[in-house]
Structures are given as C-alpha cells and as structure tokens.
C-alpha cells in the first residue's frame, strides 16, 4: 500500500514539474516577443526599470499620471512629497517612493526625447 502511494505521489510531483516548466518556457517566450516588438527604446525602459527598482506603469500610478508630461510631473510630485512629509505627520515610506517614481518618469522623459518614433507609443499604454 505504502509503496502505490509513493508511486502516486512521485507521478503527481512528475506531472507538476512538466506543466510548470512548460508554462515557464511559455512565459519566456512571450517575454522575448515582447522585447523584440518593443525594440531598442523598450530595452531602455526596461533597463531604467530595473536600475530605478519600478516600471513605468507603477510610477504612473504613484503619482497618478497618465500622460508623460515635465509639468506634470513636477507639479504632483511636489504635492505628494509634502503631504508625505514626515513632520506634517505623513510616511517616509511612502515619500521616498514618490521620489522614485518622479525619478523613474524624467528617465523615461530621457529615454523618449532620444528616441521621438517610440514617444507615442509609450504614452499610448
């Protein structure tokens, strides 16, 4: 009995490991595509993303924008980096993300003005 039930739990784990390989294969693959649609801007967005520590889709959220703007920017960056202020009582956490996320948007601001055929399709998405 012991040894059926050892077998079916070998065959089980046999069974797992394949589908979870195959889905990271998968997953690999359509990570490749994507970079290769993206082209040289989206190598360097997804290099900004990785030295800044966020995507610019999370930094958009942070400082609640949707278009990629200088002004935009500054101006509620400003604004969420006083009211998180920690002597008024706000978060150092959550200030130090605001920073990072204004940081991250003028990186892309960056990456777009050497590369003006990528703008619009960055600000699109």
């Known amino acids: 009995m012991a040894k059926y039930l050892a077998q079916i739990i070998v065959m089980g784990a046999q069974v797992v490991g394949r589908a979870f390989a195959r889905a990271l294969q998968q997953e690999y693959a359509a990570s490749q595509a ?63 993300k605001v920073v990072r996320a204004k940081e991250r948007l003028e990186e892309e601001l960056n990456i777009q003005s050497k590369d003006p055929n990528q703008q619009s399709q960055n600000t699109e998405t």
């Open 34 to 96: 994507a970079a290769r649609a993206r082209g040289r801007s989206g190598q360097q967005s997804a290099a900004a993303s990785s030295l800044t520590g966020m995507s610019l889709q999370e930094a958009q959220q942070i400082l609640n924008i949707s278009t990629l703007s200088p002004e935009e920017i500054q101006k509620k960056y400003e604004h969420l980096f006083k009211v998180n202020d920690k002597s008024v009582g706000g978060s150092f956490y959550l200030q130090s």
